[in-house]
């Protein structure tokens, strides 16, 4: 396995739309290995595939504390959404920067495993709210989209001073939070 470079905000290859995976191969088995190992790493609890510049709908996650619970999605839809609710995002292109961000509180959705077949799943809590997040990766859309202009204009030069920071200090330790990075 090997950890993938997650691209950062404002990279416009972010901004690609993901078309639909078609072969579920030996490749793509190796790309949900490495995309997991990455997200773990980041830490992370969710990684789309557009974020290692990888533009089919693949979706990799694990919202459990034990960290032993992957669920893969690949080309999910959404087929029902309820309710509302409002959490703290975070992103792992978007490093050290949280927000509250409203969305759908239950969805059901439909998605393929890393074999092709097909499969139905009801999720609620974080579970709903990290797939929405990845969802929107996948057309090109990132959590900070949802925020003001002044916000995002804030957001992105935080991400160059801290880039310059930790190029200028490799060993410079990052801000943790407890919000997890979707
Ligand atoms: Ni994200």
Request: aromatic share 6%.
């Amino acid at each position: 396995m090997a950890r993938l470079q997650i691209l950062e905000y404002p990279d416009p290859r972010l901004r690609t739309r993901a078309v639909a995976v078609r072969e579920f191969d030996a490749r793509l088995s190796r790309l949900i290995d490495d995309m997991f190992e990455t997200m773990y790493a980041a830490p992370g609890i969710g990684l789309a595939s557009s974020q290692v510049d990888f533009h089919q709908q693949l979706i990799v996650m694990d919202v459990s504390d034990t960290k032993d619970q992957p669920l893969v999605f690949c080309n999910p839809e959404i087929l029902s959404r309820d309710g509302v609710a409002t959490y703290e995002e975070g992103c792992l292109s978007v490093p050290g920067i949280f927000d509250d961000v409203e969305r759908a509180a239950r969805i059901r959705a439909r998605a393929q495993d890393r074999t092709g077949v097909p499969f139905e799943m009801e999720l609620e809590g974080m579970l709903a709210v990290c797939l929405q997040h990845e969802m929107d990766h996948l057309d090109g859309k990132l959590f900070v989209d949802y925020l003001s202009d002044l916000k995002r204009q804030r957001i992105r030069k935080k991400l160059e001073r801290d880039r310059k920071d930790r190029a200028s200090r490799p060993a410079a330790e990052r801000a943790t939070t407890d919000a997890p990075a979707l």
